[in-house]
């Protein structure tokens, strides 16, 4: 059993190509032996953005705060807010975008414990 | 791709013996195509708790509002409150208790698909 929770966690600049202003923070993954998935937290600041790229496997997503964009395929926008929740299925084209100029957009991104 | 929240989602009732006031709602779970884990969400109402129990899967958890307890294999209560993560590994047994009087805890539970 553990409990954690963000303020105590180490937050770390995402440095992959695309992605511009986003934080990292990692409060469950299978360094805590979680078997199967992971909880990782991503802040994407104002007016920033994760890559628009794929990979082969999913995410599973909560906003816990702030709003933004989630971007498809087809470079289709789709407003997501506090509260909401997206999955984005493996191989799918994606993006996460924090449109705001007033605050952050702070979201799990949980994926299989094999990528984290 | 697929955005929800929780207003749009059926709230059903845990009948799980050991269960008291406890709700269910399922966000993302392999009925949507998530391959490896799901989200549940539930609502342990004031008073309330879930089931002092085991399974053989992990809980993975973000309150995401209100605050309680998660009780230990020895008994033991462990504070939890809006913006903490928990961890509960598989085969180790727990209880989720709303002590308050005042508001619910909502708490995201995820779990491997095969489960949800």
Chains 1, 2 share one sequence.
């Not at 202003?21 to 998935?37: A, D, E």
């Not at 709003?67 to 191989?91: C, H, M, T, W």
């Not at 993006?95 to 299989?112: F, G, H």
């Amino acid at each position: 059993m553990k409990i954690t929770t963000l303020k105590e966690l180490e937050k770390t600049k995402v440095t992959m190509e695309g992605a511009s202003n986003v934080w990292k923070q990692v409060p469950i993954s299978k360094s805590h032996g979680s078997p199967t998935f992971s909880f990782r937290v991503f802040t994407v600041e104002q007016q920033g953005h994760t890559p628009y790229h794929t990979h082969p496997f999913e995410h599973l997503n909560y906003i816990i705060s702030g709003s933004g964009v989630l971007v498809n395929k087809d470079g289709r926008e789709y407003q997501i807010k506090e509260g909401d929740f997206a999955l984005v299925l493996p191989d799918e084209l994606h993006q996460y975008r924090n449109k705001s100029s007033d605050e952050p957009l702070v979201m799990i991104c949980a994926v299989p414990s094999d990528y984290e």
